[in-house]
């Protein structure tokens, strides 16, 4: 099966090349991809060597929307033309026979998919925008860390870090009721940020974000999510809970050992949650619904969208450091 696909090479060159996918089979899905949402916190993360997640040459992308075009035998609740979002791509080989590794691989023009698998592919709302729905899993990563953390109605909840999953812990606590606290670096990223419930945000570039907390939270916040996924971050991040407060490591701190100062936690008496992945199913579920309802305007997010033939020079973008102002991305494959 002939397709598209943005490959990263192992010099961290990017190009549009040709490439064959899989055969589906009588256990398979195909889909004609729409749009991939571009995710620059883990794929950068992978591009660049802070996760390994297999050799080069790569495909990344692990959010995807498309149409059904294949339906195997033995599937059942798929029909040809269904609109569905998918997180799944089996197997793409360069023309030159070279295998690809596939993380998971959604930026390409098709995708064969296992529909059994914990990161397969589901029907697309009614009402829910392709760009907005191919941005799914950060939102739902977000959902995940909240659903494990637990914060209550009323609770004070500092985000550290207002990227793509920090939006998605704001939107999630403000739907249950929290006073929810917002920092980041950029005014942008924090105007989105109210827009999606941020009751107060802090910008830790020109103000004392601790001092900024303190007045919103004298104690200190019951619930800290560290968004930002750097290891500096965390220090300061902890030293916002309140005593017998909570903490959740939201962001990916790689595969290297990290460290941070013992005493502050120990001395607190924090909890502690380490969220991985989107939360699955039930996760992505929900946030396509609050979508769909209205009560998750994610499209706010987006700030970039562009053609396939355009994502190399995004992406090569986005690696030399000039990815100030890209929030949301989106390619577009048809």
């Given amino acids: 099966m002939q397709a598209k696909a943005l490959i990263c090479n192992a010099d961290r060159s990017f190009e549009l090349a040709d ?79 070279v295998s690809v590794t596939t993380a998971a691989g959604t930026h390409c023009s098709a995708a064969v998919i296992d ?32 659903d494990m953390a637990n914060p209550r109605m009323g609770d004070v909840v500092v985000v550290h870090g207002a990227g793509l999953i920090g939006l998605g812990v704001v939107a999630a606590c403000s739907h249950r009721g929290c006073t929810v606290v917002a920092i980041d670096i950029e005014d942008a990223r924090l105007d989105v940020a109210r827009k999606l419930g941020a009751d107060h945000v802090i910008n830790g570039a020109r103000q004392d974000a601790a001092a900024a907390v303190r007045a919103i939270a004298p104690d200190g916040a019951d619930a800290v999510f560290e968004s930002t996924g750097i290891p500096a971050c965390l220090d300061p991040a902890m030293a916002l809970c309140r005593t017998h407060g909570k903490f959740v490591y939201q962001g990916n701190y790689g595969q290297a050992p990290i460290t941070y100062n013992f005493l ?7 909890t502690t949650f380490y969220p991985c992945d989107d939360g699955l199913a039930k996760c992505r579920t929900a946030v396509l619904k609050n979508m769909a309802m209205g009560a998750l305007a994610w499209g706010e997010v987006i700030t970039h969208r562009v053609q396939a033939a355009e994502a190399p020079d995004l992406y090569a973008s986005i690696r030399d450091g000039n990815s100030d102002g890209v929030l949301g991305a989106v390619i577009h494959w048809s």
């Fill in 19 to 97: 490439v064959t996918l899989a055969e589906p089979g009588a256990t398979n899905i195909s889909v004609r991809a729409v749009c991939s949402g571009v995710s620059i916190g883990t794929e950068f993360a992978v591009i660049m060597g802070k996760l390994n997640w297999g050799p080069y040459p790569l495909t990344t992308g692990y959010q995807a929307v498309g149409v059904v075009e294949h339906v195997g035998g033995d599937v059942e609740g798929f029909d040809v033309g269904d609109r569905v979002y998918y997180r799944d791509n089996k197997s793409i080989t360069l023309a030159d026979g």
């Fill in 115 to 146: 529909p059994t698998s914990t990161h397969g592919i589901a029907h697309v709302p009614d009402g829910v925008d392709d760009e907005a729905a191919c941005l799914y899993v950060m939102p739902a990563v977000g959902l995940n860390g909240v």
């Fill in 264 to 270: 502050v936690p120990h001395g607190k008496r924090l």
